[in-house]
């Protein structure tokens, strides 16, 4: 199956571009995810990416896919105190079957 | 709309005990998952159902079984409580049309087995 693997942590002041970064194993994962959640709360999907898509942007969001090297980034521009979470991405081809990474938390000092 | 619910928010079990957690969308969502989060493992899927009456095993299916009689419920029943199931359990639903999935995650259910 899917394996999806994270850095565990991240810390970025505010205001620089946060990167959080994914690699996978399965090239058949239809959607490439990320989701945001925050302490105590449940998972809200960020944004996601079509397999055949090299990026996406979404406001301060834009998503990389290195499709060759399996590699799927996420970059936050000007990255505020309430973007302080635990960032997951995610691999599926529909469904609702996800394989999540293991998380990236993700601290933003002042 | 309130979108994926689920109860309760809390539960303290003890070993061998049974219980259901329930899930319900008033979106009418044709696919439904359960996934657990453990501390540095992300969340993995228990089960998962792709319309009513039609379910199937996820990665981590042992001592939890489900159904799917309607569209918007899909409960997640544990047999014989375990202290291996202390967990955070998450109900999601979503769509697929036109090329475009969204999923939508319920707030969680904290389940403690002592």
């Given at each position: 199956g899917e394996d999806v693997e994270q850095s565990l942590?991240?810390?970025?002041?505010?205001?620089?571009?946060?990167?959080?970064?994914?690699?996978?194993?399965?090239?058949?994962?239809?959607?490439?995810?990320?989701?945001?959640?925050?302490?105590?709360a449940g998972l809200q999907l960020l944004t996601y990416i079509f397999s055949n898509m090299d990026m996406k942007q979404d406001q301060r969001l834009t998503v990389l896919l290195n499709k060759k090297d399996k590699h799927l980034s996420l970059r936050i521009a000007d990255t505020q105190t309430g973007d302080s979470a635990i960032y997951f991405c995610a691999g599926g081809g529909g469904g609702n079957k996800l394989t999540f990474g293991t998380g990236t938390q993700l601290k933003v000092e002042l | 709309?309130?979108?994926?619910?689920?109860?309760?928010?809390?539960?303290?079990?003890?070993?061998?005990?049974?219980?259901?957690?329930?899930?319900?969308?008033?979106?009418?969502?044709?696919?439904?998952?359960?996934?657990?989060?453990?501390?540095?493992?992300?969340?993995?899927?228990i089960h998962y159902s792709v319309g009513a009456g039609i379910t199937d095993q996820g990665e981590v299916p042992n001592g939890y079984n489900v159904s799917r009689s309607t569209t918007e419920d899909f409960p997640?029943?544990?047999?014989?409580?375990?202290?291996?199931?202390?967990?955070?359990?998450?109900?999601?639903?979503?769509?697929?049309?036109?090329?475009?999935?969204t999923q939508y995650f319920g707030p969680g259910t904290r389940l403690l087995v002592l």
């Amino acid at each position: 199956g899917e394996d999806v693997e994270q850095s565990l942590f991240l810390s970025v002041r505010e205001g620089d571009s946060s990167v959080i970064n994914c690699t996978y194993t399965d090239s058949s994962s239809t959607y490439l995810y990320w989701y945001k959640q925050e302490p105590g709360a449940g998972l809200q999907l960020l944004t996601y990416i079509f397999s055949n898509m090299d990026m996406k942007q979404d406001q301060r969001l834009t998503v990389l896919l290195n499709k060759k090297d399996k590699h799927l980034s996420l970059r936050i521009a000007d990255t505020q105190t309430g973007d302080s979470a635990i960032y997951f991405c995610a691999g599926g081809g529909g469904g609702n079957k996800l394989t999540f990474g293991t998380g990236t938390q993700l601290k933003v000092e002042l | 709309n309130a979108g994926v619910t689920q109860t309760p928010k809390f539960q303290v079990l003890k070993t061998g005990q049974s219980m259901t957690l329930q899930c319900a969308q008033d979106m009418n969502h044709e696919y439904m998952s359960w996934y657990r989060q453990d501390p540095g493992m992300g969340l993995r899927l228990i089960h998962y159902s792709v319309g009513a009456g039609i379910t199937d095993q996820g990665e981590v299916p042992n001592g939890y079984n489900v159904s799917r009689s309607t569209t918007e419920d899909f409960p997640l029943r544990l047999l014989s409580a375990a202290p291996s199931q202390t967990s955070v359990y998450f109900c999601a639903s979503s769509y697929d049309r036109r090329g475009e999935e969204t999923q939508y995650f319920g707030p969680g259910t904290r389940l403690l087995v002592l």
